[in-house]
C-alpha cells in the first residue's frame, strides 16, 4: 500500500479552530484510511486528523504549514478533499 | 455597605434594578476516583456521553437562528468533541485501570484543556473554557446532577463569576433584568448574550462583586459599567427614571428601526453606517443602515510587515460587500501615516502628525500603493461603489487623484475587466480650505463627506489626541456648522450630494442641525442609528433650517447644544415616530 502525503498552507482567518476544526474532522472522517496531521510550523508530532482535540491542540493558526498523511483504501480521496477544504479556507471567507 | 458603587466594564447598554441572584452552575466535583467493574463504568460513560450529545443536539436545533454563528460553531465543536476517538481511548485506559468514569473522563478533559491553555494564541487559549464546558456536561449526567438552578419567578439581576456558552444558551430572557460577571471582558459570553437579547450587562466587576449577597438590591448600569450595591432610595429611584425612558426609546427604535428616516413634512434623510469589519457590516445591515457611507479601509495595512495586494484586498472587500446585499458603499482610500504608521512605508519623524504627510499625502510618496488598492475596488465589480480620498487640501490634489484614478479604470477597461455600474468618486471634506474653496473642488467630484472630528480640530487648531485642548476641537461649535454649511451650498449648486461622517453625525442631538443645514446623508457607528432615526423623525424640516440658522448665530458649542435642548419636542413614550 502506498501512503499519501501532502503540504498546505492555512490561509483562513481564524485558524484551525470552531468551526473550521469541526470541518476538518467530518472531512477526514468520511474516509476509511488513517489520516494524520502536524504542523510543520509548531514541529508538533502527527496526530489523528479524525479526532477535534487533537486537532485543536496543535494551534494551528493562520499562515502555519501542515502535512497530512493518509494511509488506507481511499488515501487520495481523503488528501484531496482535505486539501481543497483547506485551500477554500473553508468556504468562510 | 449601602450605596457602595462597584465599577466593572460596560458590556450591554440599559438599566436595570432588582434584587440580586446567584447564577451557580455549580462545578462539578469528582468524589468517588475508584470505579466498580470496568464494564459497568464504560457503560455509565456512554449513557452519560449520548444523553450529553442528545442535549447538544436538541440545544443546536432549538437555537439555530437564535445564537450567533461563533457561538454555533462552539456548540457544534463541542458535539464532536463527545465522539473524539483520542479522548476516549485515553478515558477508557484509565477506566481499565481501575477508574471511575467521572475521574477518567474529567482527567482527559483537564489534560486537553491544560494543552490549549500552554498555546501561544489567546484565541485557542479561550477554547479550553469550551472542552470543560462540555466536560461538565458530562460529569452532569454522570453523577446526576440538574444544570443550574431554576431562575426565580420574579425577574432578576443575574449575578455569575463568569458564563459559558452552555449557560447563556439556558437562561430564559425574559426572568433576567440584567447580567453582570466578577470575571469576563465584554467579548465574553455573557457580554455577546445580553447585547442580543437587549439586556444591560456590566462584566469584569472583579472581587467587590464576589462578595454581594443573594437578595441585596443592585443597579445594573451597561452605560457606565458602574454597579451600585444596595442603592439608597433616591439613588435607586433615579435608576428607575433612566430605566423607563431607556425603555421607552428602546421600543420606540427599535419598530422602527428598519423604516428610513423621515421629518415629519416628508424629507427623506439617507442614514449610512460607518464600517470597519466585516462584523461592523452585519451589524450595519442589521441596525437598519441603507448604505456604508464610510468603508474605513485602514485594517488592511496595519499591523503587517508588507502592504496587503492586489488580490488579497478584492477577497477581503468581496467578503464585506457581499454582507450588504447592494446597497451603496463608500469606500475611502488609505488612511494612513502620522499618527498611523506603516512599518512598510517608512517616514522622517514628524513633530506634529496631523499636520503631516498622511492619507493622500502619503499615496503622492507611493502611487503604487494607491494604484493597487483602486484596482481591487474597482474589481469588485460591486454595483453601487463610491471611491472616497481622506484629507484633501487643493484642488491641485484632487485633479492629480481624479487623473490616476481614470488611468486606472480605463486601464482596467482595455482588459475587459466588469467595473461597477454605478461608480461615483467623491473627496472628504477635513480640512477648512477644502470646505472654503467647495465650489472649486465641485467640478471634479461627484460627491462631498465632511469629517467632522478633523475638520473640527483643524478649524479651532486643537489636536484632538491631546487632553489639554481636546475640548476645543468641539465638532458643535458655530464655526465648524458655518463650514458645513458652506460645503452643502457649493455642492448643491453644482448638483453633488453632500454627506457627514464624523462623530457629529452619530449624536440624535446633532440630527436636526445637520438635517436643516441641507446635509443629504449621515454616516455613524452602527450602534447609532436607530436613535439618530427616532430624533431625525421629531422634526420638520422647516423646524430644523430655523434650527440650524439660529445656530450659525450663536458665540459656542455650548450655546448650540442648549439651543437644540430647549427647542427639542418632548418625546411621549409610545408616541414616538408614530
Known amino acids: 500500500m502506498e501512503m499519501q502525503k501532502v503540504t498546505v498552507t492555512l490561509t483562513n482567518r481564524v485558524g484551525l479552530h470552531a468551526r473550521p476544526a469541526a470541518l476538518f474532522v467530518q472531512t477526514a472522517a468520511r474516509f476509511r484510511s488513517n489520516v494524520t496531521v502536524r504542523s510543520l510550523t509548531r514541529g508538533t508530532p502527527p496526530v489523528n486528523a479524525k479526532a477535534i482535540l487533537s486537532v485543536m491542540t496543535l494551534g494551528a493558526e493562520q499562515g502555519h504549514e501542515l502535512e497530512l498523511v493518509a494511509e488506507g483504501p481511499d488515501e487520495s480521496e481523503a488528501i484531496a478533499a482535505l486539501k481543497e477544504l483547506i485551500e477554500s479556507r473553508f468556504g468562510e471567507e | ?578
Open chain 2, 1 to 578: 455597605m449601602d450605596g457602595q458603587r462597584v465599577p466593572g466594564l460596560p458590556a450591554s447598554p440599559g438599566i436595570a434594578v432588582g434584587p440580586a441572584w446567584w447564577y451557580r452552575h455549580g462545578e462539578v466535583r469528582v468524589v468517588h476516583r475508584a470505579g466498580e467493574d470496568p464494564e459497568v463504568e464504560r457503560a455509565r460513560l456512554r449513557r452519560a456521553r449520548e444523553e450529553s450529545a442528545a442535549e447538544l443536539d436538541a440545544l443546536i436545533a432549538a437555537q439555530r437562528d437564535r445564537l450567533a454563528p461563533e457561538e454555533l460553531a462552539i456548540f457544534e465543536a463541542q458535539r464532536l468533541m463527545l465522539d473524539d476517538p483520542d479522548l476516549l481511548a485515553r478515558v477508557e485506559e484509565s477506566i481499565e485501570g481501575g477508574a471511575s468514569a467521572e475521574a477518567a473522563w474529567e482527567e482527559g478533559i483537564q489534560a486537553v484543556a491544560a494543552q490549549l491553555r500552554a498555546l501561544p494564541d489567546p484565541y485557542f487559549q479561550a477554547r479550553a473554557a469550551d472542552v470543560v464546558d462540555v466536560g461538565q456536561r458530562v460529569l452532569r449526567r454522570l453523577l446526576g446532577v440538574s444544570e443550574v438552578a431554576e431562575l426565580p419567578e420574579r425577574p432578576v439581576v443575574v449575578l455569575a463569576e463568569d458564563l459559558t456558552p452552555s449557560d447563556t444558551a439556558t437562561l430564559d430572557p425574559d426572568r433576567v433584568l440584567a447580567l453582570a460577571t466578577v470575571g469576563g471582558g465584554p467579548t465574553s459570553h455573557a457580554a455577546i448574550l445580553a447585547r442580543r437579547l437587549g439586556i444591560p450587562a456590566v462584566v469584569g466587576a472583579g472581587a467587590a462583586l464576589g462578595g454581594v449577597a443573594e437578595g441585596t438590591v443592585l443597579v445594573v448600569d451597561g452605560d457606565t459599567g458602574e454597579l451600585i450595591v444596595s442603592p439608597s432610595v433616591e439613588e435607586q429611584a433615579g435608576a428607575e427614571a433612566r430605566r423607563q425612558v431607556w425603555l421607552a426609546a428602546r421600543a420606540a427604535a427599535g419598530e422602527v428601526a428598519a423604516e428610513p428616516a423621515v421629518t415629519r413634512d416628508g424629507h427623506r434623510v439617507e442614514i449610512a453606517a460607518n464600517v470597519g469589519s466585516l462584523e461592523d457590516a452585519r451589524a450595519a445591515v442589521r441596525l437598519g443602515a441603507e448604505g456604508v457611507g464610510l468603508l474605513r479601509t485602514e485594517f488592511l495595512y496595519l499591523d503587517r510587515a508588507t502592504a496587503p495586494d492586489e488580490e488579497e484586498q478584492l477577497a477581503v472587500y468581496r467578503a464585506l460587500l457581499g454582507a450588504l446585499g447592494g446597497r451603496p458603499v463608500v469606500v475611502r482610500t488609505l488612511d494612513a501615516g502620522g499618527d498611523k504608521p506603516l512599518p512598510y512605508l517608512p517616514l522622517e519623524p514628524q513633530p506634529n502628525p496631523f499636520l503631516g504627510v498622511r492619507a493622500i499625502r502619503l499615496a503622492r510618496r507611493h502611487p503604487e500603493l494607491l494604484r493597487v488598492q483602486l484596482r481591487a475596488i474597482l474589481r469588485t465589480g460591486y454595483p453601487a461603489v463610491r471611491v472616497m480620498f481622506p484629507m484633501v487640501a487643493t484642488v491641485e490634489e484632487i485633479r492629480w487623484l481624479r487623473g490616476l484614478f481614470e488611468e486606472v479604470r480605463q486601464g482596467l477597461e482595455a482588459a475587459g475587466t466588469g467595473l461597477p455600474r454605478d461608480l461615483q468618486i467623491g473627496m472628504m471634506v477635513e480640512i477648512p480650505s477644502a470646505a472654503v474653496l467647495a465650489d472649486r473642488f465641485a467640478p471634479w467630484v461627484d460627491f462631498f463627506s465632511i469629517g467632522t472630528n478633523d475638520l473640527a480640530q483643524y478649524a479651532l487648531a486643537a489636536d484632538r489626541t491631546n487632553p489639554a485642548v481636546a475640548e476645543l476641537a468641539d465638532a458643535f461649535h458655530p464655526a465648524v456648522l458655518r463650514l458645513i454649511r458652506m460645503v452643502v451650498e457649493a455642492g448643491h449648486a453644482a448638483g453633488r450630494w453632500v454627506g457627514v461622517c464624523g462623530e457629529l453625525a452619530g449624536e440624535p442631538l446633532a440630527a436636526p442641525l445637520l438635517v436643516g443645514l441641507g446635509v443629504d446623508e449621515l454616516s455613524m457607528a452602527p450602534v447609532a442609528i436607530p436613535a439618530v432615526k427616532a430624533a431625525i423623525r421629531r422634526w420638520t424640516l422647516a423646524e430644523a433650517r430655523s434650527l440650524a440658522e439660529q445656530a450659525l448665530r450663536l458665540d459656542s458649542a455650548s450655546a448650540v447644544r442648549d439651543l437644540v435642548r430647549a427647542a427639542t419636542p418632548p418625546v411621549v413614550p409610545g408616541e414616538d415616530g408614530g
